[in-house]
């Protein structure tokens, strides 16, 4: 059975620290956001995800899509304009992980599934997160 991380509700740091945690900062760049009108799921390549409404379904440039609670998006998220959105660069914990691992994201019911090479991000508001090795390099800077 892979290692699984549990997000939590709560505000915070969710990971401990360990010395193969690292700081990263997400970088500027320009998405797509719809906010979700009624309840769902989102099929993502890491697993199925709950959609409530108003969570923001946003997508990138180069197809992929995530969900983002509406509770944390304005704090990951600014306007452009009506449609476009820009990442804030906000700082996060994360780890490379050597092995499969599973998140369990903080509505207790979506399972993301991470592969060995793929990064676990914590994001300091209680959330976690799985992004892939290849979209990790093109999203975060390492800062330590």
Not at 67 to 91: C, G, I, L, N, P
């Amino acid at each position: 059975m892979p290692p699984r991380f549990d997000a939590r509700s709560e505000p915070g740091q969710v990971l401990p620290d360990a010395a193969d945690l690292h700081a990263a900062r997400k970088r500027e760049f320009l998405v797509r956001v719809r906010f979700a009108a009624v309840a769902g799921e989102l099929q993502t390549p890491e697993g199925r995800v709950q959609v409530q409404p108003g969570d923001a379904i946003v997508s990138d440039d180069k197809g992929r899509t995530w969900r983002v609670s509406r509770h944390h998006f304005d704090a990951k998220y600014e306007r452009v304009d009506a449609e476009q959105f820009r990442s804030r660069r906000v700082e996060v914990r994360t780890r490379r992980m050597a092995e499969a691992f599973e998140v369990l994201l903080a509505d207790h019911r979506s399972l993301l599934r991470g592969a060995p090479g793929d990064w676990l991000v914590d994001y300091g508001d209680g959330s976690l997160g799985v992004v892939s090795d290849t979209a990790f390099a093109a999203s975060y800077d390492l800062i330590d």
